[in-house]
């Protein structure tokens, strides 16, 4: 397999002045920068309002599309489905054959498939629009970090910018809920979003440079697909398993994804081009940004994703009252992010993921008996302690992602820990409906087991993240 610091680099700058230099060319210029910062993170914003848009609306959707409770994770997990699936094949795609490209085709294409999701009439199409979203998600986020760290290439700049990034993953995660939340019909945010998503690809193909770092060969089509079929595997497993966990369906459905994961193993060690080089597993830093964005979605998502809908049929809560609400936990985790990065050089990216899953469990935990107390009101400690986590995690987590790996694999490291963060959502998702929708005391008793599993993963990941540092030091 290929050395990552024995390639050599080439950079293409935009069509206007065509010329080749290397990744150690000098910065671009500071309008360059800004440029595809803004437009980096204002895709960012679309693509994380396009998946959390449904949450806040979820009783209402399910009800358009007569979606039975025992598939609506299907209508939550369908771009978390897709983002999972194509993350790691989008980064090399981007590092191989230029992340403007990429960048450019995914958010042309999210414009697209969510303009179509509002169209939809049935819980299949609508799932199949959600997953098509998500894989032109995946070409985004993926090619987003590469784009900065090759615009910004001094650590002082790099940190700016990720923390910025990070804000904005938060900043789409607060707004989607309230855009959908404040239309008269949940079909017409999609449109508005779509637009958006176009507008952004239109400015990007004058204003941002393109860059790579080519490694010839051809995409690792067969790894994104055994990939791909592991994760439709965990999640119906998942999904299925509220009705029991024991039943022949949901073994069978677990014992395949355990044999496409081997499969998938024996693929890239095989394949020229992997979509993941796994001689990284080797890395504390790598296994600890895998491991923050795994639970991130296992703990956080998979919890905050599925609350809204519990707050209104068991408070009696509207979509734009739950949408406020959740505005509080996602506002602030905007507001810490953006901010977090003023602890860089007195806390690693490390000890921020450890001190975020603490937090959030501190949250989760306040959390318990607040759907069953009949007042919104005993929601707000619980939800602002665990906001403040998902600023740190979201603050860190990109850092990371780009510090485990070189910095010409940038888009494959991205694309690496966002898989990780989104196979936890798909699974968190699925497990916090099982929880809830499987206790014999209803959906109030449901949802205090699924915040007492939350607390316990994040706690979980707080020693791992952790423990793989010591292990680097």
């Known amino acids: 397999m290929p050395k990552f610091n024995e390639r050599t680099l080439t950079e293409v700058t935009p069509r206007a002045t065509p010329r080749t230099t290397s990744e150690a060319a000098p910065a671009e210029q500071p309008a360059h920068r800004r440029a595809t910062l803004a437009l980096t993170s204002a895709a960012t914003v679309v693509a994380l309002m396009t998946y959390t848009a449904p949450i806040a609306t979820l009783p209402q959707t399910a009800a358009a599309l007569h979606t039975p409770l025992s598939t609506q994770a299907w209508l939550l997990n369908g771009t978390p489905l897709g983002l999972a699936a194509l993350l790691l094949v989008a980064g090399s795609l981007a590092d191989d054959y230029g992340r403007r490209r990429i960048f450019i085709a995914g958010t042309f294409a999210l414009g697209l498939t969510t303009a179509l999701g509002a169209l939809t009439t049935t819980t299949w199409l609508f799932t199949l629009a959600r997953v098509a979203q998500g894989a032109s998600s995946a070409a985004i986020l993926a090619s987003s970090l590469g784009l900065i760290v090759h615009a910004f290439p001094d650590p002082r700049g790099r940190l700016h910018a990720t923390g910025v990034w990070g804000a904005c993953v938060s900043g789409g995660i607060a707004l989607g809920p309230l855009l959908a939340g404040a239309m008269a019909n949940w079909r017409i945010s999609y449109g508005v979003l779509g637009a958006a998503a176009i507008t952004v690809a239109a400015l990007s193909t004058r204003a941002l440079s393109e860059s790579r770092a080519p490694r010839g060969g051809r995409p690792d089509l067969a790894g994104a697909v055994t990939f791909g079929l592991a994760l439709v595997s965990l999640v119906a497993a998942l999904t299925l398993g509220r009705d029991g966990w024991l039943r022949a369906p949901v073994g069978l459905l677990l014992l395949a994804t355990v044999a496409l994961l081997a499969l998938f193993t024996v693929i890239e060690h095989r394949t020229a081009t992997p979509m993941i080089d796994l001689s990284l597993l080797r890395r504390p830093r790598f296994l600890a940004s895998s491991a923050g964005g795994l639970f991130t979605g296992l703990a956080v998502i998979g919890l905050f994703s599925f609350l809204p809908a519990l707050l209104q049929q068991t408070l009696g809560l509207s979509a734009m009252d739950t949408a406020w609400l959740f505005l509080l936990w996602s506002g602030l985790s905007f507001a810490v992010a953006l901010q977090a990065r003023r602890l860089a050089g007195r806390v690693s990216p490390q000890w921020q993921l450890a001190i975020g899953f603490v937090l959030h469990a501190a949250g989760a935990l306040a959390l318990l008996g607040s759907l069953g107390s009949g007042s919104w009101l005993r929601l707000l400690p619980g939800m602002m ?40 959502s798909c699974a968190g998702v699925a497990l916090t409906i099982a929880l809830v929708t499987s206790s014999g005391g209803g959906l109030a008793r449901g949802a205090d087991t699924a915040m007492v599993v939350s607390a316990g993963l994040a706690l979980l990941a707080a020693v791992s993240v952790v423990a793989l540092r010591e292990r680097a030091a």
């Open 385 to 424: 302690v665990a906001g403040v986590g998902s600023g740190l995690l979201n603050a860190a987590l990109p850092l990371l992602s780009v510090q485990s790996v070189p910095a010409q694999r940038a888009a494959m490291g991205s694309g690496a820990q966002q898989t990780f963060r989104y196979i936890g």
